[in-house]
C-alpha cells in the first residue's frame, strides 16, 4: 500500500471550513507537508510542521498533527473558490536528504 | 528573486526516443530534485542532486539520468522512451541552507506525451 493516504476528493461550498486529511506510515517523519497544485501548474508549499509540533496556524491555514495516529490534517478556513485545487501531504523521513513521499492528492472543490 | 523554472513546457516525442528536460534552481539553493507525476498521482521521486553529486535515487530504470551543473542548474534525461513515460515532470528546488534546506520549491513542469 501507499506511504502517505489521503482521500481523493472534498466538496465544501464557498466560507464554509475544509478539512484535509492524511495518514501517513514512517513514525520517524522530522516533517510532515501540505502542498497544493492548481491546474497545469507545479506544486506551491503551503506549510509544514515540524514532529514535535501538535498544530500549527498560518493565516486561513491551521495543521493538526496526531503523532500517536499518524494522523495530518490541514484546516482551511473561509474557504475560497480559489481555493479549488489539489491538496498533497507529503512525510519527509528522518535522515539529510530531504525526500520527501506524496500522497494521491485531495481535489479540492469549492462551490460559490 | 527568481523562482524555479522548467523548459520546454510541452513536449511530444515517440516512443524509443530520447529526451532531455532542463531546470534552472531558484538563487541560493544547491540541490534539485526531479520528480515525475503521472495523471491523478501524487509525485515519484526519481533522483536528487547536491552540488553536482546524485543524493539519492527512487525506484526508476538506469534510462532516466540526470545531471547538475556548477550554477546548480540540471538536466533530465530519459532514453528509449516507453509509454508510460508519459507524465508531468516536475524539478524542485531546495538546500538554501539552515533550518530552510527541507523546503522544497518547485517549477511548473514539463509535460512529456510519448506516442
Known amino acids: 500500500g501507499e506511504d502517505v493516504e489521503q482521500s481523493l476528493f472534498l466538496s465544501v461550498r464557498e466560507g464554509d471550513s475544509s478539512v484535509i486529511n492524511c495518514t501517513y506510515t514512517d513514525s520517524s517523519s522530522t516533517y510532515l507537508y501540505w502542498y497544493k497544485q492548481e491546474p497545469g501548474a507545479g506544486l506551491q508549499l503551503l506549510t509544514y510542521?515540524?514532529?514535535?509540533?501538535d498544530m500549527k496556524q498560518d493565516q486561513r491555514l491551521t495543521v493538526l498533527l496526531n503523532k500517536k495516529d499518524k494522523h495530518l490534517s490541514l484546516r482551511i478556513a473561509d474557504t475560497q473558490t480559489g481555493d479549488s485545487a489539489i491538496y498533497f501531504c507529503a512525510e519527509n523521513p528522518t535522515g539529510g536528504s530531504y525526500i520527501p513521499t506524496f500522497g494521491r492528492g485531495t481535489s479540492l472543490i469549492v462551490h460559490p | 528573486e527568481t523562482g524555479v523554472t522548467q523548459s520546454p513546457t510541452h513536449l511530444i516525442k515517440t516512443r524509443g526516443q530520447q529526451v532531455t528536460l532542463r531546470c534552472s534552481s531558484q538563487s541560493g539553493h544547491n540541490t534539485v530534485s526531479w520528480y515525475q507525476q503521472a495523471l491523478g498521482q501524487g509525485p515519484q521521486f526519481i533522483f536528487q542532486?547536491?552540488?553536482?553529486?546524485?543524493?539519492g535515487r527512487g525506484n526508476f530504470p538506469p534510462r532516466f539520468s540526470g545531471l547538475q551543473f556548477p550554477n546548480y542548474s540540471s538536466e533530465l534525461n530519459v532514453n528509449a522512451l516507453e509509454l508510460d513515460d508519459s507524465a508531468l515532470y516536475l524539478c524542485?528546488?531546495?538546500?538554501?541552507?539552515?533550518?530552510?534546506?527541507?523546503?522544497?520549491?518547485f517549477g511548473p513542469g514539463t509535460r512529456l506525451t510519448v506516442t
Open positions: 542532486y547536491y552540488r553536482e553529486e546524485e543524493n
Open positions: 524542485a528546488s531546495s538546500g538554501g541552507g539552515g533550518l530552510a534546506g527541507h523546503e522544497q520549491y
Open positions: 510542521i515540524f514532529s514535535n509540533m
